[in-house]
T-cell receptor
Framework: EAQVTQNPRYLITVTGKKLTVTCSQN?????MSWYRQDPGLGLRQIYY???????DKGDVPEGYKVSRKEKRNFPLILESPSPNQTSLYFC?????????????FGDGTRLSIL | AQSVTQLDSQVPVFEEAPVELRCNYS??????LFWYVQYPNQGLQLLLK??????LVKGINGFEAEFNKSQTSFHLRKPSVHISDTAEYFC?????????????FGTGTRLTIIP
């Protein structure tokens, strides 16, 4: 089954404790992206990757890191999480970097930073 | 820069009644338009998309949307809603230039179906 898999689905942690949210897709997609969803703000892009070893900032990259060492994986790293990063996070992928390609979303990761 | 406005944050509708969820966008270039649906505790799922051609597009679950270039709108409609349509709906726009496949989302409309 074609899917985008995120782990963990839920995480409660404390300020400053490094964490990684994993994202994996099995569709051989070149493009992957991370979004955060906050009430009243919709989804905002954090980082994206056009292909292996190619990543770039989205609209809200501060406090986050990403890497793309393999085509299928695109982890999101919070080196020193803070309470303002409490949010619902989505990973998405699509075939290429062209705007007409719809994106496939994971089921989300709900992070709570205390 | 592109932007999307969904004016209605919440829309309550009686079961079997029609519904329209409004979406307006702003962009200086040609765009691709999408509606995504988010059911509780799930990710976003593509409902329908407009790329080019016919301005009336049909999607899954009986939904349809009409692209109106002069009014820069892409409203979503369904003639008769069901309880299972309770979800949050997001309109999104992508500019038709190669590069970051950036989707700009609206703030979402929560559709609640009243039995």
């Amino acid at each position: 089954e074609a899917q985008v898999t995120q782990n963990p689905r839920y995480l409660i942690t404390v300020t400053g404790k490094k964490l990684t949210v994993t994202c994996s897709q099995n569709m051989n997609h070149e493009y992957m992206s991370w979004y955060r969803q906050d009430p009243g703000l919709g989804l905002r892009q954090i980082y994206y990757s056009m292909n292996v070893e190619v990543t770039d900032k989205g609209d809200v990259p501060e406090g986050y890191k990403v890497s793309r060492k393999e085509k299928r994986n695109f982890p999101l790293i919070l080196e020193s999480p803070s309470p303002n990063q409490t949010s619902l996070y989505f990973c998405a992928s699509s075939l290429s970097g062209q705007g007409y390609q719809p994106q496939h979303f994971g089921d989300g990761t709900r992070l709570s930073i205390l | 820069a592109q932007s999307v406005t969904q004016l209605d944050s919440q829309v309550p509708v009686f079961e079997e009644a029609p519904v329209e969820l409004r979406c307006n966008y702003s962009s200086s270039v040609s765009v691709y338009l999408f509606w995504y649906v988010q059911y509780p505790n799930q990710g976003l799922q593509l409902l329908l998309k407009y790329l080019s051609g016919s301005t009336l597009v049909k999607g899954i679950n009986g939904f349809e949307a009409e692209f109106n270039k002069s009014q820069t709108s892409f409203h979503l409609r369904k003639p008769s809603v069901h309880i299972s349509d309770t979800a949050e709906y997001f309109c999104a726009v992508s500019e038709s230039n190669f590069g970051n496949e950036k989707l700009t989302f609206g703030t979402g409309t929560r559709l609640t179906i009243i039995p």
